[in-house]
Nanobody
Framework: QVQLVESGGGLVQAGGSLRLSCAASGIIFSIHTMGWYRQAPGKQRELVAAITSGGSTNYADSVKGRFTISRDNAKNTVYLQMNSLKPEDTAVYYC?????????WGKGTLVTVSS
């Protein structure tokens, strides 16, 4: 059974930092693209950042220069370092694993940025 478990969300003031983690189990981690998505109230879920099995990354324009995605294949974990947080970053953040025939989601972790 595949599980993606996010952690690290919480309440932070604008300008602060948080580090999200997503631990995967039940599947070979290293060969899949991992991503972080977010969904704010009343809005569609959007891609925040993704990292391929080879380490290539891409980011939403809104987070470039502030967020960094990384992965530790030995720990089956993907991270999202979020710096210079803004109130508009408030959302539920979801971990995602994608492959040719798979698409798994975590349950999400709430990030709230106060002004």
């Amino acid at each position: 059974q595949v599980q993606l478990v996010e952690s690290g969300g919480g309440l932070v003031q604008a300008g602060g930092s948080l580090r999200l983690s997503c631990a995967a189990s039940g599947i070979i981690f290293s060969i899949h693209t991992m991503g972080w998505y977010r969904q704010a109230p009343g809005k569609q879920r959007e891609l925040v950042a993704a990292i391929t099995s080879g380490g290539s990354t891409n980011y939403a324009d809104s987070v470039k220069g502030r967020f960094t995605i990384s992965r530790d294949n030995a720990k089956n974990t993907v991270y999202l370092q979020m710096n210079s947080l803004k109130p508009e970053d408030t959302a539920v953040y979801y971990c995602n694993m994608q492959g040719n025939i798979i698409n798994y989601w975590g349950k999400g972790t709430l990030v709230t940025v106060s002004s």
